[in-house]
């Protein structure tokens, strides 16, 4: 029996090669930072998947990867994928399960015989996780026109490395970054698989669902400057330690999150000078901040900021807050919602999520859905994210059934 002809045997195959690509011995969780050495080893494997089925490849002006079946400049393209860089010791399937779904997907169309009539195309977009640089999905931003030249290219990572540098040493120009209109012209529809980052398909029984919309969410920096001091000599009165500023302003987020049912997380945090026995000058942290709609969300953020502020003057600290990023709420296109809904047989559960994501960004150009993968724990942005193998091969299933009926009619 030729195994290969096998529905989800190309998935496997793939998905083991991909596996080990940024894996960290100790955590077991990727580092597949954007412009990284992995990040090119994740790239190199999707142009060989690319051109081992006989698609066209090209990356573009903003280093994202495209594997085209057909012409694209045909226009009117069906285009599915998502990203393969991760957050620090992120798992498995956050980005990756979508492009690796996406090039099984188009297998088991060739199993099936599908002969398309609209061209299609496999995506990776570049820096969606912002991991690295601060900004997520980079690539899709820039491509949108969501993110300017002058931004990208002012964006610097932990070791002082602008984004022009990293980019240029990966052999990418990053002197022609910036919106691709033409580019998101030729896209009729843009369809994301991903694996739920929460629980609800696990709660209902269902091994995949379909969104409805993102949550607007954003990040703020929050600056802490006091004054570096002797720990084991300055008097707790005469200190002007951000530290304690700091842990007050965790503590409101949690509180004022839980209040209106949102969320909100300070997950980073930088110090200097960053010594056991000195009293910090510098405290950093970025709020990552969540709601359902965007007036909860500007309420949970102001108090935050508002705490903050109402600490710092009693602890003599000084507070700057930054918006680094923010991407307003996603209402994926409900025609192309319904069709997908019709087409995976009208009982496929719809969901919202607060997780952000490429297809987010590019729906105000192009009509985009989402498909979810059962999580069955709810973790993600761990090693200990997972999902089943019959569930990733629904998703593969329930990929492919959606490309037939929308390129293939």
């Known amino acids: 029996m030729n195994t290969k002809s096998l529905p989800g045997a190309s998935f496997h195959q793939m998905w083991r090669e991909l596996a080990p690509v940024g894996r960290d011995a100790t955590t077991g969780g990727y580092r597949r930072y954007a412009w990284s050495g992995p990040d090119a080893d994740c790239r190199a494997w999707f142009k060989d998947q690319a051109l081992a089925r006989g698609l066209s490849y090209e990356t573009d002006r903003n280093g994202n990867q495209w594997a085209w079946l057909g012409d694209p400049a045909q226009g009117d393209a069906v285009v599915t994928g998502s990203h393969l860089d991760s957050v620090p010791d992120g798992g498995a399937f956050d980005g990756p399960l979508g492009v690796v779904s996406a090039f099984a997907a188009l297998d088991e169309l060739r199993r099936r015989g599908a002969s398309p009539t609209r061209p299609l195309a496999v995506s990776n977009f570049g820096d969606e996780e ?7 999905c980079v690539g899709s931003r820039l491509t949108a026109g969501r993110l300017t030249r002058e931004q990208a290219h002012a964006l610097r990572d932990a070791d002082g490395i602008l984004l022009p540098q990293a980019m240029e040493a990966a052999g990418q120009d990053p002197d022609a970054i910036g919106p691709d209109p033409e580019r998101l012209a030729r896209i009729g529809a843009f369809v994301e698989l991903h694996v739920e980052q929460g629980r609800a398909l696990d709660l209902s029984g269902d091994a995949v669902g379909l969104a ?22 300055t008097r ?20 004022e999150a839980e209040l209106l049912g949102a969320l909100a997380t300070f997950g980073k945090v930088s110090v200097e000078p960053n010594g056991v026995n000195a009293i910090p000058s510098l405290v950093r942290g970025w709020l990552d901040s969540r709601a359902a709609d965007q007036a909860t969300l500007d309420t949970v953020v102001a108090a935050v900021e508002r705490a903050a502020r109402d600490r ?24 192309l919602r319904d069709e997908l809904n019709r087409l995976l047989g009208g009982r496929i559960p719809i969901l919202g999520t607060g997780a952000g994501h490429d297809a987010g960004i590019l729906s105000a150009a192009v009509p985009t859905a989402m498909l979810f993968v059962r999580n069955p724990t709810g973790v993600s942005h761990s090693p200990a994210e997972s999902a089943a193998e019959d569930d990733c091969l629904a998703g593969v299933i329930a990929l492919a059934d959606v490309l037939e009926g929308l390129a293939c009619r």
Not at 236 to 255: F, G, H, K, N, S
């Open 312 to 335: 710092a003057a009693r602890d003599g600290v000084d507070l700057t807050v930054v918006r680094e990023s923010f991407t307003p709420v996603v209402e994926f296109e409900h025609a």
């Open 212 to 233: 409805s919309a993102i949550w607007p969410h954003g990040r703020w920096r929050f600056d802490f400057a006091g004054e570096a001091n002797h720990a084991g000599t």
């Open 236 to 255: 707790l009165a005469d200190r002007r330690d951000p530290m304690p500023t700091y842990a007050e302003t965790v503590l409101a987020a949690r509180r």
């Open 130 to 136: 912002g991991a690295r640089f601060g900004v997520a």
